[in-house]
């Protein structure tokens, strides 16, 4: 198998051995998604302004996508800028844009090598032009990578996903393709931005928060909640494995009761896990 290595570092075999224990002690989530929060604080916190809490969390970016490779976890969604964060001091958007466009030309090379698909979620075209260029071209040169699929929320929201999805659909209306009955889940679902993408099994939220913020509102219907009270730039994967170990712990009833469910779980057989 090949080997993952974004950092610098080499993996230690004390990690390797947890990650091997990890996944024979329970099911490990087919998708993982991360509210990556907590940037401002952990900057104000050592006298530093907001902007180097963001550039200090490329690193646990980093750390937490290494991982998630090398455990062989298929999805992980990062929530990076949301569209409510649009409204944030022009400095502050201007600098997260900056820093995205850094981060894609270090870090493309190494998820090529790594195996290691990049999409996208959002309202991209509201990126600046340079950023929204990076941005498309990192896509495009890592589409064929099979490993692990990395999906950026940028500009994105649930409420405007739901929104995009609605206009759609009534377009199909008025264009005859589909009938009002015909509105159902499926259609719906097929419609976010986020089709091809399984609904996320582990929802992780750094520094310490107890809400969605307009993340995946639909897809998280039944995630497994997971609240650190790290913040983003702290966070590792020491914490990650964490909140594995606590996914595994949860009984995923959607909806029945515990006697209706087999050992494993059926929607998590079809989602491969
Ligand atoms: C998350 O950290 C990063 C983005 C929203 C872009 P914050 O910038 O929200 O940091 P806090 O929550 O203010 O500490
Ligand atoms: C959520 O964090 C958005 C991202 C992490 C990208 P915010 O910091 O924007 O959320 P609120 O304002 O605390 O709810
Ligand atoms: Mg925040």
Redesign the pocket.
């Known amino acids: 198998m090949k080997t993952v290595s974004l950092n610098r570092k080499k993996q230690t075999e004390k990690d390797a051995q947890r990650q091997v224990e990890l996944r024979e002690s329970g099911r490990v989530p087919n998708h993982i998604a991360i509210?990556?929060?907590g940037n401002g604080r952990w900057a104000k916190e050592r006298g530093n302004m907001r902007v180097f809490g963001h550039q200090a969390g490329v690193d646990s970016v980093r750390d937490t996508v290494e991982a998630c490779a090398q455990m062989g976890i298929p999805h992980l969604t990062l929530?990076?800028?949301?569209t409510?964060?649009w409204m944030r001091p022009a400095s502050e958007v201007n600098a997260l844009m900056q820093l995205l466009i850094q981060s894609l030309r270090k870090e493309t090379r190494k998820l090529v090598e790594n195996d290691i698909k990049l999409v996208a979620v959002g309202q991209l075209e509201r990126l600046p032009d340079k950023c929204h260029r990076e941005l498309l071209e990192a896509i495009e040169i890592t589409k064929d990578n099979k490993r692990l699929q990395v999906c950026l929320a940028l500009s994105y929201s649930g409420r405007w996903d739901l929104a995009q999805a609605a206009r759609k659909i009534s377009e199909m209306v008025i264009n005859g393709e589909v009938g009002p009955e015909d509105v159902n889940e499926e259609l719906v679902q097929s419609l976010l931005t986020t089709n091809s993408i399984p609904d996320p099994d582990l929802l992780i939220r750094t520094g310490g928060?107890f809400?969605l913020?307009n993340f995946l509102l639909w897809q998280a219907a039944y995630s497994e909640l997971y609240i650190s009270k790290k913040y983003w730039p702290d966070f590792r994967r020491d914490e990650l494995y964490k909140s594995i170990e606590s996914y595994q712990k949860r009984e995923r009833r959607f909806g029945k009761i515990s006697e209706q469910l087999e050992k494993k779980d059926m929607r998590q057989v079809s989602a491969g896990v």
Request: charged share 35%; glycine share 0%; net charge negative.
């Open positions: 509210i990556m929060d929530f990076a800028f949301s409510e964060n928060e809400r913020s």
